[in-house]
């Protein structure tokens, strides 16, 4: 019907979109070569880095950052952030393991209540956000210090110290192990079952971000939030769900630091959430929201769970790896913003 | 143009808005058709933004009658003027600026497929891509950020998915006001565009020189009043930004208009 030519005129030709570009724009790229970077820099100077075991213990150490760190990064993506994720680890941990051995309570069912207990209190931080519009900063830092205090409150209240003692020896702790703390081994390797998790959490979270309508709004109450109310988008839905999400990834690794080490303390996953929010922007995902990927977190996590692991096998103070984190996460910050500016350059 | 030739889709009498004692709007008598362009002239206060807003169901009116294919509506939300074919593309577009133009397109309307209900992607590109096309603009890749798009781009994104999503009556609220004068002519083309594509336009401006060439039927507005009411062959250019405001600063926008292939 239109008899209008098409134009794409204003601003001369339109010059083809290189495979080049369409590369570069993903939000991953840069923690991928500096993954590998790492990679090869650390199987250099340690012996011990690219061994069967060497590698087990890095990809352990990775996954219980990473599974975090993937769910921290959608949730950076809608437009928000939670502090209290590293204390949510703990919090499940303790939970399973108090009413276990201080109440006799059933370990699949305790495992079961604190998932439960995770969603509810992911669903309040969300609900308080979304209906106060405070910053998510703040409403997660007050949902962070009640955890952190109930953590060591309670759990003294009940055994007069800060330490589940004994969770080894509750019934039924050997059928729910191999699902959280289990390890397979693999071509001389042992890889724990949290790996495959992680693996997991981020294929699941790559598809939902890029391939559901859920995703899509994810992006959207992030980018614009406005905007996305104006075209129909559910904000409150997409935000409440979000923070949810991240509480049952703390409750996930909460149950493997759990089953992994048969022990938990008040202070497990304290400053965590710090962690998990730079492997999220190490990974390409916006402080400002709207822009990141569960792949590029995932990498995030990777390079640090490397990096702590590879220290220690390169033989140096392992303070190092604080003084990295700093340089890693303000290079990180710096090529995201330039990546910014460059696609939401208006014209 | 004959204006007569089709039935009216909106047609306001005597509308009028008072919020308290303040009367907004008064007055105000028109009417849209599709395939045609009514363009709602005025300057600022003139309750442009008013009546744009009883007609995009935000507002309801308090006097007239507001009528879509004949029938008598009392609005009470955006959604209700949606459910009648009525879109309204607001100054701030309702886009994403970091998501690409395919995901923009069918932001809250997003098309699945399979037992997962999984985003149909390469449906949803296509289709982005060949309304884009229809509207006149060749897009190189649907997956460049929105916010890399010029704002005359960006307008008719916009535009083109409120056509997609079955609107049947447009109501673009000042499209060209912070656009250039090239820019501007590429909005105006696509307007242009809509109205080939038989669509009801309302077209909200302050500029006579912008509506003369799409519109054909204009009202204008002064300080909530409709102050004419004129089909094109009955006003001129001249006569149309007379009415506006009239004066000297006028004839550099005619000197502006002069120069725009536009309307050659």
Sequence with gaps: MSTVAPTRDVDGPPAPTGRVTRVLRRPEVGAAVAALAILIF?????????????????????????????????????????????????????????TTTGFGLNVWVAVLLALVVALAIGALNGVLVVRTGLPSFIVTLGTFFVLQGLDLALVKLVYGQVAVQGFAKVP?????????????????ASISVSVLWFLAVTAVATLVLLRTRAGNWVFAVGGAQDSARATGVPVARTKIGLFMTTAAAGW????????QSSTVQS????????????????????????????????????????TRQGVVYAGWDSNWLYAFLGVMLLAAVLVNNWVRTRAERMR | MTTDTTAPLIEVTD???????????????????????????????????????ILAGAHEHSEGTYRVDGVEQHMSSPRDALALGIATVFQDLAVVPLMPVWRNFFLGSELRKGPFGMLDVGLMKQTAKDEMAAMGIDLRDVDQPIGTLSGGERQCVAIARAVHLGARV????????????????????????????????VFITH????????????????????????????????????????????????HELERDPLLG
């Design chain 1, 252 to 259: 996930l690794v909460g149950m493997i630091s759990l089953f």
């Design chain 1, 267 to 306: 202070s497990t996953g304290v400053g965590d959430e710090f962690i998990y929010i730079i492997c999220a922007v190490v990974g390409g995902c916006l402080l400002t929201g709207g822009y990141g990927s569960a792949v590029g977190a995932a990498l995030g996590a990777l390079i640090y769970g490397m």
């Design chain 2, 170 to 201: 447009l109501i673009l609220d000042e499209p060209t006001a912070a656009l250039g004068v090239r820019q501007s002519g590429v909005v105006l083309r696509y307007i242009a565009a809509a109205r080939e594509r038989g669509l009801g336009v």
């Design chain 2, 15 to 53: 509308l009028g808005k008072t919020y308290g004692s303040v009367v907004a709007l008064r007055g105000v008598t028109t009417t849209v058709r599709a395939g045609q362009v009514t363009c709602v002239l005025g300057d600022n206060g003139a309750g442009k933004s008013t009546f744009i807003k």
């Design chain 1, 172 to 188: 039924n702790f050997d059928s729910v192990r191999p699902l959280f703390g289990g390890v397979i081994e693999v071509g001389g």
């Design chain 2, 207 to 254: 500029n006579p020189h912008h509506a003369y060439p799409v519109g054909d039927r204009f009202l204008v507005l002064r300080r909530g009043r409709s102050i004419a009411e004129r089909e094109k062959a009955e006003v001129s250019r001249d006569e149309l930004t007379t009415l506006m405001s009239g004066g000297a600063e006028l004839d550099a926008l005619a």
């Design chain 1, 42 to 98: 650390f199987t250099a100077v340690a012996d011990q880095f690219l061994t069967p075991s060497g590698v087990g213990t890095w990809l352990n150490s990775a996954s219980r950052f990473g599974i975090m760190a993937v769910a921290v990064a959608m949730l950076m993506i809608g437009g928000e952030f939670d502090l209290s994720a590293g204390a949510m680890t703990g919090a499940t941990g303790l939970l399973v393991g108090v």
